[in-house]
């Protein structure tokens, strides 16, 4: 148990390292004053370009994928792989480094998602391109791909309650933090990537 605080603590800090603005930093530019003021890789391929932005999505995927992944090699059962994930994602939408603001925790899910089941993450990432090249909403596409997740997860895996309960409440924190686009997409006004 105390190795799995351990890790528990490791994942919310591996999560909340803020890779968007350490890049936009280290290029001369502090992403939260442009674009939509968002650290995540969608902000940084508008601000920096689609080259960098790749790289933030790489690194924000990675910093969910690494906790989880540890905690499946140490033996801990799906409940831990999966708490470890949440508390990720967490990390990346409430970094203490940040003030405890952060990023939409999309490419972190993406990452947790990835290592937890594959075949539903593709799915997922199904899901998420047919509703992009739908709209060319990034962010109504990643809500559906969150939302959809744990659903998918639910049908191929039957899961326990606990696994499920913990990746509803992942995605809704992804869900929750993208607040202020529901409002522009029922308002008209989100933009379209370009």
């Given at each position: 148990m105390t190795a799995?605080?351990?890790i528990a603590v490791l994942s919310f800090f591996s999560g909340s390292i803020p890779f968007g603005y350490i890049i936009g930093r280290l290029k001369g530019v502090d992403v939260r004053k442009h674009g939509?003021?968002?650290i995540g890789a969608t902000n940084v391929s508008r601000v920096l370009g689609k080259k960098w932005g790749a790289f933030v999505l790489f690194l924000d995927a990675l910093k969910g994928?690494?906790?989880?992944l540890m905690v499946?090699?140490?033996g801990y059962p799906l409940e831990y792989q999966v708490l470890a994930g949440f508390l990720a994602i967490l990390g990346h939408c409430f970094s203490p480094f940040m003030k405890f603001k952060g990023g939409k925790g999309v490419a972190t899910g993406l990452g947790?998602?990835?290592v937890i089941s594959p075949l539903a993450t593709l799915l997922a990432f199904a899901v998420f391109?047919?509703?992009?090249f739908t709209t060319r909403y990034v962010s109504l596409s990643s809500i559906m791909a969150a939302l959809s997740f744990p659903i998918?997860?639910?049908v191929i895996e039957n899961p326990s309650p606990s696994v499920s309960l913990l990746l509803f409440l992942s995605a809704f924190t992804v869900v929750a933090k993208h607040h202020q686009n529901i409002r522009r997409?029922?308002?008209?006004e989100e933009k379209k990537y370009r």
């Amino acid at each position: 148990m105390t190795a799995f605080v351990i890790i528990a603590v490791l994942s919310f800090f591996s999560g909340s390292i803020p890779f968007g603005y350490i890049i936009g930093r280290l290029k001369g530019v502090d992403v939260r004053k442009h674009g939509s003021g968002n650290i995540g890789a969608t902000n940084v391929s508008r601000v920096l370009g689609k080259k960098w932005g790749a790289f933030v999505l790489f690194l924000d995927a990675l910093k969910g994928a690494v906790p989880v992944l540890m905690v499946k090699l140490l033996g801990y059962p799906l409940e831990y792989q999966v708490l470890a994930g949440f508390l990720a994602i967490l990390g990346h939408c409430f970094s203490p480094f940040m003030k405890f603001k952060g990023g939409k925790g999309v490419a972190t899910g993406l990452g947790v998602f990835l290592v937890i089941s594959p075949l539903a993450t593709l799915l997922a990432f199904a899901v998420f391109l047919a509703v992009f090249f739908t709209t060319r909403y990034v962010s109504l596409s990643s809500i559906m791909a969150a939302l959809s997740f744990p659903i998918i997860f639910k049908v191929i895996e039957n899961p326990s309650p606990s696994v499920s309960l913990l990746l509803f409440l992942s995605a809704f924190t992804v869900v929750a933090k993208h607040h202020q686009n529901i409002r522009r997409l029922l308002r008209g006004e989100e933009k379209k990537y370009r």
